[in-house]
């Protein structure tokens, strides 16, 4: 029998955590921000980066700058919604992915 309550919650998981679609370019590009330029291997992917798996290689333990919800529970919770700084993100992951030829120009 399905389990309603699981349903809920699973859904409710979804839409309040960062929908990340594993593609890697925010890996690949770390020296286009300063926040992240330190991990940059010297052309812009990240030294932290299995190029294999396209899996960060440090993920448990990768910074916080890398993991939008705990990045936004941690700084910016009294500025702005969780849905806006999502929303920020999700611009730049497009923005990537359209530089890459991964979503067609509008
Ligand atoms: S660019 Fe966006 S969708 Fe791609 S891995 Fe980074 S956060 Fe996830
Ligand atoms: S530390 Fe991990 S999550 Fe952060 S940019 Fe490098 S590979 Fe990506």
Not at 14 to 22: L, P, R, S
Not at 91 to 104: A, N, Q, S, T
């Amino acid at each position: 029998m399905q389990n309603i309550y699981l349903d809920w919650w699973e859904f409710w998981l979804t839409i309040e955590k960062f929908n990340c679609n594993g593609c890697g370019l925010c890996c690949r590009n770390v020296d286009k921000s300063f926040l992240t330029v330190d991990f940059d291997r010297g052309d812009g992917v990240c030294k932290n980066l299995n190029l294999e798996t396209n899996l960060c290689k440090i993920y448990y333990q990768r910074p916080i700058v890398c993991n939008v919800d705990a990045y936004y529970d941690k700084f910016l919770s009294n500025l702005m919604s969780r849905e806006d700084f999502h929303n920020l993100n999700y611009k730049v992951c497009e923005k990537l992915k359209k530089r890459e030829g991964l979503i067609p120009p509008r």
